[in-house]
Each structure stands twice: as C-alpha cells, then as structure tokens.
C-alpha cells in the first residue's frame, strides 16, 4: 500500500499497547503508514516518546503535560512531581533540543474532568510560551473549554493544531485564517457524527490533519476497539466522501499538511 497515512496524533506508549507495541508498529508501514508523531502527557511519555522515535525513523514526538496528568494518580507529574507542574516543565526542557521532538504538547484545557482550573490555565500559557520559544508548533487538547482556549489562541498566537477537533464549522473559519491547524479523529466515521462532519467540510484543505489519538477513537468499522494509525484509511474516506475528493487525494494533502506543520522534511 501505498504510504500516504500521517497520524499527528497517536500514544504507542500507553499501556494498552504493552501487549504487542514492537509487532504493531513494525506492521504499520505496510499498511500505508508514512509518519507518526507520539505525544507525551507528562515527562514519563515525553521520554518514551522520544525513545520511540529514536528507534523508528518514521516516528517523531511531541512533549509535554496533559492537564489531566495534574490531577491522574499514576502520571509522573503526579507521582514524581506532586503536581509540581513548573518543576517539571523543567525537567522536559533539555528534550525540546532533540531533533525528533517536533512540537510541544500534549497541552490544554480539559474541563470535563475535574482538573484544577487555575493550575491548567497556568499549564497551558507556560506551554504556549515554551512553543513559542523554542518555535515549536503547539498540539492542543480542548475538551469542553473552548472559550477559554481560544481566548489564550487569540492571545499569543502559536503555530497550533487543536486535536480531535470537538468545536463549531464557524469558530474553524477564524482559527484557519490565524493559523490553526484542525485535527480530525475516527469520530467523523460515527454515524451519530454532526458536528465533526460540519467542522471538517468547512476547514481550509491545507489546515486540515488526519489523526487516530490512538489507543481511543478508532473508526468505523472498529469502533469500540483499540485504533492504529491505519485506520486512518477510513478517516479520510469519509473526510473524502463528504468533500466530494478522492480518497488519496485527501491522504496526499493532508500528508504535505502534517509535514508543514511539524517541519518535517
Ligand atoms: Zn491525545
């Protein structure tokens, strides 16, 4: 198969992987998979993150703390830091020089879960600052707190993806004209799918990012199960469908996209 697939947003190093990581990922370039950015939650996965991409040549990473590792009892940021998110900021900074970290994150607001919301806000801006710094581009988590996000996008203007995009069509028009890249996750294949489906027909071709969040989100027909990043067949079939392309052309321009964003040459 042809390798068009580029998953912006994947997490092999979660534990539901433990099983069969190596076979997985050793399997994934024949199924069309081309590249893959891994992203940390906290510094424990930003490292294995990056031991990822040592080890695969087509694996890249991303590093950082998830708001909800602020309050999750095995995070390291739990653990190892007691929620000592500046210390451990800290502790991730030398990783934004490896040359296979290729954007800050995962980062953002989770009002969902009972996450502190001074801390995350407070997370989320030293993050932003830290993309900004390094000139790094930002993977943005914004669960049920899209105003709060988008006042912080407005502030400071990072070169961001907002992943697993959960907000309006309309609110797509201004983020893209800013720079805001959109990521879209098997949720479109769900046939309870409004929202995304709306949001990913209106995003600018070249703004638009194919990702799985796997292990969570996988497509249609493997709801429900554990996704790869080959499952992004089907992700962009549907984006494909409902944009009236062809299904490789989604793939081939969501590629280049994926590669702008992240600097990947
Ligand atoms: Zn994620």
């Not at 959109?182 to 489906?197: D, S």
Request: some cysteine; charged content about 20%.
């Amino acid at each position: 198969m042809k390798r068009l697939i580029f998953d912006t947003h994947a997490h092999y190093t979660s534990g539901a992987f433990n099983q069969n990581r190596e076979m997985l990922l050793d399997s994934l370039p024949a199924d069309g998979v081309a590249g893959v950015v891994n992203c940390g939650t906290d510094l424990v996965s930003s490292m294995e993150s990056v031991a990822l991409a040592e080890k695969y040549d087509w694996i890249y990473a991303a590093a950082g703390i998830h708001p909800e590792s602020l309050i999750e009892e095995d995070s390291s940021t739990t653990m190892r830091f007691g929620g000592d998110w500046v210390a451990e900021m800290a502790a991730i900074e030398p990783l934004y020089q490896h040359p296979k970290v290729m954007a800050v994150g995962e980062c953002g607001l989770d009002h969902h879960w009972p996450v502190p919301r001074d801390a995350q806000l407070q997370l989320f801006e030293a993050e932003i600052c830290t993309a900004l710094a390094h000139d790094l581009p930002l993977i943005v988590h914004d669960r049920e707190a899209h105003a709060e996000t988008y006042a912080l996008l407005k502030k400071h203007k990072p070169k961001a993806v907002l992943h697993a995009y959960s907000g309006s069509a309309e609110d797509v028009k201004w983020l893209c004209k800013q720079g805001v890249y959109i990521g879209f996750t098997g949720v479109v294949t769900f046939k309870n799918a409004v929202k995304p489906l709306e949001a990913a027909a209106a995003v600018p071709l070249e703004y638009l990012l194919l990702e799985t969040d796997c292990p969570y989100m996988a497509p249609e027909p493997y709801r429900g199960k554990k996704s790869n990043s080959g499952m992004i067949q089907y992700t962009a079939a549907r984006i494909a469908e409902l944009r009236g392309m062809e299904t490789e052309t989604l793939l081939q321009q969501t590629l280049e996209n994926a590669r702008r964003f992240y600097n990947i040459n």
